[in-house]
Nanobody, 125 residues
Framework: QVQLVESGGGLVQAGDSLRLSCAAS??????????MGWFRQPPGKDREFVAA????????YYADPAKGRFTISRDNAKNMVYLQMKSLKPEDTAVYYC????????????????WGQGTQVTVSS
């Protein structure tokens, strides 16, 4: 079993930056074997893909709204994955979720094996 705990959300103004963190753990969990991803769920909408990173960190994937503004990274020594967000917009307001998938990068909701509880990001105009 894998536990994912997100942090770093909050209320910011449009144009601000924010960094989300996700701490991964588990009794027999090998973080470096898991692709990691970030998803978000805006109010009243479905959960959507934001960004993902391969187990090695060499490959990253972004949804169009995230390209050029968000950066996903990971620290395998600390079992952490991050989402650096800049130039935030009100439409980025959502609950942000960390996701994990063994030996693959989670780029869809269906492809994600484990989920965190989410962290709220609210961007005011």
């Amino acid at each position: 079993q894998v536990q994912l705990v997100e942090s770093g959300g909050g209320l910011v103004q449009a144009g601000d930056s924010l960094r989300l963190s996700c701490a991964a753990s588990g009794r027999t969990f090998s973080f470096s074997s898991y692709g990691m991803g970030w998803f978000r769920q805006p109010p009243g909408k479905d959960r959507e893909f934001v960004a993902a990173i391969s187990w090695s960190g060499l490959n990253t994937y972004y949804a169009d709204p995230a390209k050029g503004r968000f950066t996903i990274s990971r620290d395998n020594a600390k079992n952490m994955v991050y989402l650096q967000m800049k130039s935030l917009k009100p439409e980025d307001t959502a609950v942000y979720y960390c996701a994990a998938r063994e030996k693959a990068s989670p780029t869809t909701v269906a492809a994600s094996e484990f989920w965190g509880q989410g962290t709220q990001v609210t961007v005011s105009s």
